[in-house]
């Protein structure tokens, strides 16, 4: 259970083991600085040094250009981060980013503890998203997938393409059944960029059956997709297609008409 | 000017099923209208003729090639809403583009409501919508490289490296 309080001008993140404060971004905005606190409050089982360290590398990797200069008491054990960007309006992003790299760390350091006491060191829960997943629903549920600009789901779904293919390709099928179509079509939109020069068979696969969800958001981002593609190879998807939604319609007429000319 | 043009993305203006008919998805508001300091970006244009050029400077503003949705009415239908518009320099390279940008300004919940319903209005009539597609979109940048209207630097890196492949064919 995560709960949120506020007190003292700063914002608290209260997990059953944590409790991490920092000072609201929008104090910060004119000074494009981001500072942020992590204190050790139950601290059963937990390092503070090693949490430090994770939260740091999940903002990291999220926003791979921000400068992070930490200073940690270890002694006090209340390290503190100071987080800069020369354009401010990305406080907010990293603000979130981070409060969700706390709640990644926090678990995965619960789940480990859980692990060790009950002897099942190897043993991964069968339900349990991987991380990779988990970091790109938070992303996309942080910020829109807008046309015309590059989302941070992209960069961990190209690495975990690159290293857990197999594990992706799953993820992705079962996403198409997620009950959220909002989600489903950002997931589509991701796949088909980080995909736009291979193009793999599976991913023709999933996208041609995303292109007959029930959802138009989705079927109209499966056709994005295939155009941005721009390989005949998908023409029998779109020729075969029916699509009630006129604007959609009028739009993958387009596309047969533009593909079948290369 | 005579009419405001805006970015959208058309599957947000989609009524929601199981609503009454003339419902607007939430996220067409907070989304496809997101304000800044309670002010809307939009482009302005004379005509529907000239809705291209409010394309490329969308386009060209991003830093990747997808399709562009836009939805546009008319700038006079603004102040019977009390809606006031103000001309601000647009973030685009394309230099010629630049004073073809407005803000809507002063926005509270009530206009940004009264100013979705009426994109809502016009788009769902499907005369005042159109998409650009993803090679229409590639060559309003590319024409407009050529016609030296903005400079291959000027463009993310994503663009540029489609822009390039594209004029050496």
Redesign the interface.
């Known amino acids: 259970m995560v709960t949120y309080a506020s007190a003292g001008g700063s914002t608290c993140f209260k997990e059953p083991n944590h409790l991490v404060g920092f000072q609201d971004p929008n104090r910060f905005v004119n000074s494009g600085k981001l500072v942020c606190q992590y204190g050790l409050a139950w601290g059963a089982g937990t390092s503070p040094r090693r949490m430090w360290e994770d939260i740091a590398m999940s903002v990291k990797k999220v926003f791979p250009d921000v400068e992070i200069l930490s200073t940690i008491n270890y002694e006090s054990k209340i390290p503190s981060l100071i987080v800069t960007k020369n354009l401010s309006f990305y406080l907010r992003d990293i603000y979130h980013s981070w409060r969700k790299a706390c709640f990644f760390s926090a678990t995965n350091e619960a789940d480990e503890e859980s692990s060790r006491s009950e002897k099942h060191l190897n043993k991964e829960s069968p339900n349990k998203a991987p991380r990779f997943a988990q970091e790109i629903c938070s992303l996309i549920s942080l910020q829109?997938v807008?046309?015309?600009?590059?989302h941070p789901a992209e960069k961990i779904l190209m690495e975990a393409l690159a290293n857990q293919e197999e594990d992706v390709i799953r993820w992705i099928e079962s996403i198409l059944e997620d009950k959220n179509p909002?989600l489903v079509?950002s997931v589509i939109s991701c796949l088909g960029?980080v995909t736009e020069k291979s193009h793999p068979a599976w991913a023709i696969k999933i996208v041609g059956e995303a292109l007959e969800h029930s959802n138009?958001?989705v079927r109209?981002?499966a056709a994005?997709v295939l155009?941005?593609w721009e390989t005949p190879q998908v023409l029998g998807l779109l020729s075969k297609h029916k699509e009630k939604?006129?604007?959609?319609q009028?739009?993958i007429g387009?596309?047969v008409i533009?593909l079948s000319s290369y | 000017m005579k009419f405001i043009v805006r970015?959208i993305?058309?599957?947000?203006w989609?009524p929601l099923p199981d609503l009454e008919d003339d419902n607007i998805q939430a996220?067409a508001i907070t989304?496809d209208l997101k304000t800044h300091g309670n002010a809307l970006s939009v482009w302005g244009c004379e005509s529907e003729e000239n809705l291209e050029d409010v394309a490329l400077a969308?386009?060209c503003?991003?830093?990747?090639?997808?399709?562009?949705?836009v939805t546009w009415v008319e700038i006079s239908s603004l102040p019977a809403l009390g809606i006031q518009s103000q001309k601000t320099p647009g973030d685009t390279p394309v230099s010629d583009l630049k004073d073809y940008h407005l803000n809507i300004m002063n926005l509270d919940m009530r206009r940004i409501t009264d100013l979705a319903q009426l994109f809502a209005q016009r788009i769902r009539q499907?005369k005042k919508?159109r998409?650009f597609?993803?090679?229409e979109v590639k060559r309003l940048i590319t024409n407009a490289v050529k016609a030296n209207r903005l400079l291959l630097d000027d463009l993310k890196e994503?663009i540029r490296d489609a822009i390039q492949s594209e004029l050496h064919n």
């Open positions: 829109p807008e046309n015309g600009f590059t909002y079509a960029r138009v958001a109209d981002a994005q155009e941005s939604v006129p604007w959609l009028e739009y387009k596309i533009q | 970015k993305s058309l599957r947000k989609d996220d989304i969308l386009a503003a991003g830093d990747c090639l997808n399709v562009v949705d499907g919508h998409r597609s993803r090679p994503k």
